[in-house]
């Protein structure tokens, strides 16, 4: 006998605001301009650390995704922005066990 097989599926589920709402926001942020890309405003860490007076660091792309160009990959700058966009939070991780799920649907 052959131990049955339970493949976990893992699934990344956004919880956050939906991209309209964060695009919304993104336009109430200081020195918001609309773009082809998305909302350009001021990064709020840029901001602290004395950088963007011109205040077109942040972006909000129109999928709802955000981002600093100044620091794209510091992770101080995107919660920074997230806060502004009251986005915070990690994105929900649900397990699925693929065949307790089966056996409920078939
Ligand atoms: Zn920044």
């Not at 942040?58 to 009251?86: M, R, T």
Request: proline fraction near 6%.
């Amino acid at each position: 006998m052959s131990e049955e097989q339970h493949w976990v599926i893992l699934t990344q589920i956004w919880d956050g605001p939906a991209p309209e709402l964060i695009i919304q926001r993104a336009l109430d942020q200081p020195g918001a301009k609309r773009r082809r890309m998305g909302i350009k405003f001021q990064c709020p860490q840029c901001r602290d650390d004395g950088h963007d007076r011109h205040r077109d660091n942040a972006i909000v792309f129109n999928d709802g995704k955000w981002a600093c160009a100044y620091a794209p990959g510091e992770v101080s700058h995107k919660q920074a922005i997230a806060k502004a966009l009251g986005a915070l939070g990690e994105p929900a991780e649900i397990a699925l066990d693929e065949k307790a799920f089966y056996d409920e649907v078939l």
